[in-house]
Structure formats: structure tokens, C-alpha cells
């Protein structure tokens, strides 16, 4: 049930100055992701703002994309939730939606033991047939699934496939591809790990960098996946100042500036986010401007 090789965008959600949704700008972000060699569309993740979303938006957010998408690529759903009942309603909403997959993070706030984490997902994945993507970022959630939790779900639930890795932790990933032996896919959850992550066996990676450069950031993974790994490593090294800059302040505020800045005019933020301290506005400019992104 492999989902997709290369770099998946964990896609922003355009607002109008109101805050609403801007459904005609979704639109033409996923064309110009899919023009740009973009291999999977993940959508209504953490860089999606999917917790100031309504359920209602977030479900309509899935279905847009999946209807406009139209199978020209994978759509992954982000389904997750601090709540099990939650994760399972959103899922279930997204398999009737039509996506490829769901991707689930870990509860946050309330957290859970690995215990906790077992049932959750286990109870998720029961309740859809469509391929789940664990998604491991325990500097948001406060909440790290283990080496050990991962593969033993990978292994007794059929349809948990993959994980997003992005704990940061090299030792932490390369344990887990170990006690996989094959069982579980890995993407990186970070861009600047895109190719120590593929070394170990990663597939690829779920990028916010891909929203802002999709042909590059498929080209690292297209690279390392035919061999040249010199050149996928240059590409990588290349691309760590704009990536420090588009984690500068909390995602996604720095690549939603971005992305006005190439006025691709995503709008607005939702609160709590707000825009960007003007030092770091000047330094995301600056990382731009030397990637060539930004004249």
C-alpha cells in the first residue's frame, strides 16, 4: 500500500482577507504544484492550518482537493486529532472524499502513553480502508512514537503504511527502519533531512520548502532515487539557508509570507498565528533572493 515516492507538499490553505477559504487560489496552487513535478498533495496538515479550521471547512478543504486533483497525483488527507472519536469522523469523511490516504498525527496536549498510541491508531485505521501515514512530531505535540510502537503497529494493522518522521532524531528514524525491515515507509518530516532520511531508506519527504520550490524539491528526491546522490546532497546543502528562514518563526508563517512575497496572495494567517517579526521578514527575503526564488 505504498502511497508515493518523492516530495509530497503539505500544502498551505489560501484564505481571503475575510478568513475564509479561498477556493478559487486552492485551485490554482494545486495546478501550479502539479505542473511543477510535485508527487503527492498533502492537505489540511500542520502547514494547513488545520487547527483553526472548522470541521466543516476542513472536510470541504479535502473534498475540493480531491475532486480538482482528479487522481493526478496521490491526495493525503491530514485526519488527525487529540481526540480518537475526532481522528476517526475526519477520516471517515476523507475516505467518502476521495483522497489516496490520511495522515494522522499523534494526540497532542492530552499526549498518550505508547499504549495510548496503539489503540488510537489502531482504532483509526479499523474504522477506513485507505492507507494511514503515522505522523511523528513530538516538538508540536508532546507526544513521541517510539521505534518499538511504530513498527508493532505497521505490523498488526494492515492498512498503517508509513510514517512521517520528524522528531529530528537520526537515531531515533534509523532504529525504526531497522526493526521495520521493509514493513513501513518512511518520509521525512523535515527539509533539511531530506537526503540523511533517504539514506536510510525514506521514500521521500512531506515539504513545506515544496510550496514554495516544488520542481527542486522533487529533484532532490528524483536525483538521490536514480543514483546521483552527490547531486542530491549538493541540492540539499543549496537549500538549508531557505529552509532555516521558512522555520524561522512557527509554520506556517514564514511560507505563507513567502508565497505572498512570489504573489501567489494566499492571504491571511488565522489567529493565534500573525505575520512576522520584520527581522525575520528581511531574513526570509534575504534566503529568497539567494536561492532565486525572489528577485
Known amino acids: 500500500m505504498a502511497i508515493f515516492t518523492g516530495a509530497g507538499v503539505a500544502i498551505v490553505t489560501p484564505m481571503k482577507e475575510n478568513g475564509e477559504v479561498n477556493y478559487d487560489k486552492m485551485g490554482e496552487l494545486l495546478d501550479y504544484q502539479i505542473n511543477n513535478s510535485t508527487d503527492a498533495i498533502v492537505v489540511c496538515g500542520?502547514?494547513?492550518?488545520?487547527?483553526?479550521?472548522?470541521?466543516?471547512?476542513?472536510?470541504?478543504?479535502?473534498?475540493?482537493?480531491?475532486?480538482?486533483?482528479?487522481?493526478r497525483v496521490p491526495?493525503?488527507?491530514?485526519?488527525?486529532?487529540?481526540?480518537?472519536?475526532?481522528?476517526?469522523?475526519?477520516?471517515?469523511?476523507?475516505?467518502?472524499?476521495?483522497?489516496?490516504?490520511?495522515?494522522?498525527?499523534?494526540?497532542?496536549?492530552?499526549?498518550?502513553?505508547?499504549?495510548?498510541?496503539?489503540?488510537?491508531?489502531t482504532a483509526v485505521a479499523k474504522s477506513i480502508d485507505l492507507p494511514i501515514i503515522m505522523y511523528n512530531v513530538p516538538g508540536?505535540?508532546?507526544?513521541?512514537?517510539?521505534?518499538?510502537?511504530?513498527?508493532?503497529?505497521?505490523?498488526?494493522?494492515?492498512?498503517?503504511?508509513?510514517?512521517?518522521?520528524?522528531t529530528g532524531n537520526l537515531a531515533q528514524e534509523t532504529k525504526t527502519m531497522a526493526l521495520a525491515e521493509g514493513c513501513l515507509d518512511m518520509y521525512s518530516g523535515e527539509d533539511?533531512?531530506?537526503?540523511?532520511?533517504?539514506?536510510?531508506?525514506?521514500k521521500g519527504v512531506?515539504?513545506?520548502?515544496?510550496?514554495?520550490?516544488?520542481?527542486?524539491?522533487?529533484?532532490?528526491?528524483?536525483?538521490?532515487?536514480?543514483?546521483?546522490?552527490?547531486?542530491?546532497?549538493?541540492?540539499?546543502?543549496?537549500?538549508?539557508?531557505?529552509?532555516?528562514?521558512?522555520?524561522?518563526?512557527?509554520?506556517?508563517i514564514p511560507v505563507k509570507h513567502a508565497l505572498n512575497l512570489m504573489g501567489m496572495e494566499v492571504g491571511p494567517l488565522r489567529m493565534p498565528l500573525c505575520p512576522m517579526e520584520d527581522a525575520n521578514l528581511e531574513r526570509l527575503k534575504k534566503a529568497m533572493k539567494n536561492y532565486g526564488i525572489l528577485a
Open 46 to 71: 500542520t502547514t494547513g492550518e488545520a487547527s483553526t479550521l472548522t470541521h466543516e471547512e476542513h472536510i470541504e478543504t479535502i473534498r475540493f482537493t480531491a475532486d480538482y486533483v482528479k487522481k
Open 75 to 121: 491526495v493525503i488527507a491530514g485526519t488527525g486529532s487529540n481526540c480518537t472519536e475526532t481522528a476517526i469522523y475526519l477520516s471517515q469523511e476523507a475516505q467518502k472524499a476521495g483522497v489516496d490516504a490520511c495522515l494522522v498525527v499523534t494526540p497532542y496536549y492530552n499526549k498518550a502513553t505508547q499504549k495510548g498510541l496503539i489503540e488510537h491508531y
Open 140 to 166: 508540536r505535540t508532546g507526544c513521541n512514537i517510539q521505534p518499538e510502537t511504530a513498527v508493532k503497529l505497521a505490523k498488526e494493522v494492515d492498512n498503517i503504511v508509513a510514517i512521517k518522521a520528524a
Open 192 to 202: 533539511g533531512l531530506i537526503v540523511p532520511l533517504m539514506s536510510i531508506g525514506a
Open 206 to 252: 512531506i515539504s513545506v520548502l515544496s510550496n514554495v520550490a516544488p520542481k527542486q524539491t522533487h529533484d532532490i528526491c528524483a536525483k538521490f532515487f536514480a543514483g546521483d546522490v552527490a547531486g542530491s546532497a549538493k541540492m540539499q546543502f543549496e537549500v538549508l539557508e531557505l529552509v532555516d528562514a521558512l522555520f524561522c518563526e512557527v509554520n506556517p
